[in-house]
């Protein structure tokens, strides 16, 4: 992360709002990568 972006973050977030966050778009970031690699088709409940 940029020291920059890590400023702007400080602005309205504390260090652990920060650090969820970042594990937030971690996780979804393992969940679309996890979810191509099966090539899973989503259920949109229809």
Same mark, same amino acid.
């Given at each position: 992360m940029r020291t920059g972006t890590?400023?702007?973050l400080?602005?309205?977030f504390?260090? %652990?709002q920060i650090v969820e966050l970042t594990m937030v778009v971690c996780l979804a970031n393992f969940t679309n990568r996890f979810n191509? %690699?099966?090539r899973a088709i989503p259920d949109l409940g229809v």
């Amino acid at each position: 992360m940029r020291t920059g972006t890590l400023e702007e973050l400080r602005k309205f977030f504390d260090e %652990a709002q920060i650090v969820e966050l970042t594990m937030v778009v971690c996780l979804a970031n393992f969940t679309n990568r996890f979810n191509d %690699a099966l090539r899973a088709i989503p259920d949109l409940g229809v």
